[in-house]
């Protein structure tokens, strides 16, 4: 973890002013952030070890982003070592218990805005290539029938959708609601993918299992009644998902032993343990 200096140092090399105030926030897995001046979120990387992220990569995605207005503005990125700048998001807050209606549609306007904004970074997801590494570096697996089916359910129409820009990772840490608008943060893992991934993972990565409430986001993303046929491919995605989340936090339980990824991986197991069983 950054000292008090070192983080004063960064931002007056960037900003080429004074950090008077410093509060630490509560920052994803793999970043250390730091409200300044109650003005500046200062992004720090974590020295942990990710084959998958690329600074130049998210880089490209935050100046590709930008015209839709659907994220934080940011001042100044590193493209060597991940490092942020970005204004802080004032009179925002974060899903508490179940999501109001408002706040489904909002979601699903910003999702929308971004797949439809058609945009192609020329890099992907890499969906099955991080399904496999992270499950090479795990001890426990799941049933592997359970597991060859789901993958080869997800497969079977994966290329279908034209891929384009995804945020491949919704959950509520990374969606900050104001007054009728939602702000979309954390690029990190943002690629080329197949649009129902986000989805699925939005349901997924927030335990929204009401049938109800998905297909209401569904509609509210389609602007109009989901099919049947998309309804159940986000299903077979959530239910991919689980697994593949699974194996992630797993993995980086084995290497540092912290509480929170065994939870995170429990959690996961719960869900697909259920999956498994309703089949």
């Given at each position: 973890?950054?000292?008090?200096n070192?983080?004063k140092?960064?931002?007056?090399v ?39 992220y ?6 490209r ?24 700048l970005?204004?802080?998001?004032h009179?925002?807050?974060?899903m ?52 060859r ?68 986001f ?22 991919f998902q ?17 509480q ?16 498994a069983?309703?089949?």
């Open positions: 973890m950054p000292t008090v070192e983080i140092n960064i931002y007056h960037i900003a080429g002013a004074e950090a008077k105030k410093i509060e630490p926030l509560k920052a994803g897995f793999s970043n250390y952030s730091y409200l300044i001046n109650q003005h500046y979120v200062l992004r720090l990387k974590k020295a942990t070890e990710d084959r998958f690329d600074a130049q990569k998210e880089d995605v935050i100046r590709a982003i930008a015209p839709l207005k659907i994220s934080e503005s940011v001042a100044f990125f590193n493209e060597k070592d991940g490092t942020k970005s204004l802080y998001l009179r925002t807050q974060k508490i218990g179940d999501p109001a209606p408002e706040q489904l549609s909002l979601v699903a306007k910003a999702l929308r805005k971004l797949h439809r904004a058609k945009i192609r970074m020329g890099f992907s997801f890499d969906l099955f290539e991080r399904f496999k590494y992270y499950r090479s570096q795990c001890a426990d697996f799941v049933d592997t029938h359970y597991e089916k789901t993958i080869a359910s997800v497969e079977r129409f994966y290329n279908e959708e034209p891929f384009v820009l995804c945020h491949n990772d919704v959950v509520n840490g990374n969606l900050l609601f104001r007054k009728r608008k939602l702000f979309l943060i954390d690029f990190e893992y943002a690629a080329d993918n197949n649009p129902l991934f986000d989805l699925a993972s939005f349901l997924s990565e927030n335990d929204i299992e009401d049938e109800r409430v998905r297909r209401s569904l509609k509210s993303y389609f602007n109009k009644r989901c099919d049947e046929k998309t309804y159940r491919r986000v299903q077979r995605f959530i239910a689980d697994i593949l989340w699974y194996y992630w936090s797993q993995m980086h339980y084995i290497r540092t032993k912290q929170v990824y065994k939870r995170i991986a429990h959690h996961k197991w719960e869900a697909i343990i259920k999956n069983s309703s089949k």
